[in-house]
């Protein structure tokens, strides 16, 4: 894809010791996204095998992803289009639970308002609006 970036880099010295902090912060642009309506896919820190992972958070993200993955394949997206869109679309991930032992729970923020078409769960089910006949080209060492 296209795109364009601007930064401004500040340097302070000694800013490790004065804020006590390891990594880089980082302040958002003034000129962000602005979505209003969000479907959130759930995982817990159980893995595709049925197998628990003890508080494991990057499991739980990890079945966020894959629930809203097999959500879009639905629509008639491939696996790769789904998970290319999860790649550059404006989504938010977040650590919502890591106190429900022995379970973590993360979400995954998709922004409905970058369809041409209604992704909402309705009674009717999905209606598949892609063709999929255009597969996206993976690595070949995968």
């Known amino acids: 894809m296209a795109g364009w970036l ?6 302070i ?12 912060i980082f ?3 003034p000129i962000t996204p602005n979505y209003k309506d969000y479907l959130i896919f759930e995982g817990i820190s159980v893995d595709e095998s049925g197998a628990q992972h003890y508080l ?3 499991v739980a993200y990890r079945q966020a ?12 997206y491939s696996g790769a289009q789904a998970y290319s869109i999860l790649g550059v679309a404006p989504v938010q991930g977040h650590i919502s639970g890591v106190v429900d032992i022995p379970n973590a729970c993360a979400t995954l923020y ?13 009674a009717a089910g999905p209606t598949k609006f892609i063709a999929g006949g255009v597969d ?4 070949p060492d995968v």
């Open 6 to 11: 601007h930064i401004k880099v500040g340097v």
């Open 13 to 24: 010295k000694d800013g490790v010791a004065k804020y006590g902090i390891r990594n880089p």
């Open 27 to 29: 302040r958002p642009s």
């Open 56 to 58: 494991d958070v990057h």
């Open 65 to 76: 992803c894959l629930n809203a993955i097999e959500y879009l394949k639905k629509f008639g």
């Open 110 to 122: 998709l922004p409905t308002e970058i369809f041409d078409f209604d992704i909402m769960p309705n």
């Open 136 to 139: 996206m080209p993976t690595s």
